[in-house]
């Protein structure tokens, strides 16, 4: 089984996968996993102000940044910041393998609850995709990406990595 978990902190699950149960699933070839980092497909590098003054002085910055752009506030309005579509659908574009059926799951608090058939269900996939959630959410046009979408519970969460 091929699991594709596309994050903005792919370093969250380093120590997960190189332990437990799911270390030992990969060792003996029963488990891949590939972490995909979203920045690496978010829009930029942005410019940010030259200078920015701290106390009385002012401090220098780079004239050119080096983070990607991968969140916008919502067009509808609202507060927060949402992940893009558009930097979503790149990531599922270079995750999917055209030769291979694909499950994508969005990991979010509207979706079905995680439940033991769920997890048969999902062990029983060939090439699973997580999109970890984070912010406020993602763009409503990404449910159109999905094939489903899943919650852990009904609790509060940082950020859809501790779901994945």
Excluded: W
Excluded at 58 to 84: A, E, N, T, W
Excluded at 128 to 156: F, N, P
């Amino acid at each position: 089984m091929l699991v594709s978990i596309i994050t903005l902190f792919p370093e969250v699950f380093k120590p997960f996968l190189e332990s437990s149960i799911l270390a030992k699933a990969q060792k003996r070839g029963k488990l891949r996993v590939n972490l995909s980092n979203l920045r690496d497909f978010g829009i930029g590098p942005h410019f940010r102000a030259r200078a920015r003054k701290e106390g009385s002085r002012f401090q220098r910055l780079p004239k050119r940044g080096s983070y990607k752009q991968v969140d916008d506030r919502p067009y509808g309005g609202g507060v927060g910041m949402i992940l893009k579509v558009d930097v979503i659908a790149k990531a599922l574009e270079k995750v999917k393998n055209k030769k291979r059926k694909t499950k994508t799951v969005l990991l979010t608090p509207q979706g079905k609850t995680f439940n033991q058939k769920i997890a048969r269900k999902l062990a029983r996939e060939k090439h699973l995709i997580l999109i970890c959630g984070h912010y406020e959410g993602v763009d409503e046009r990404v449910h159109q990406l999905v094939d489903e979408e899943i919650s852990v519970g009904d609790y509060i969460l940082t950020g859809g990595e501790i779901a994945a």
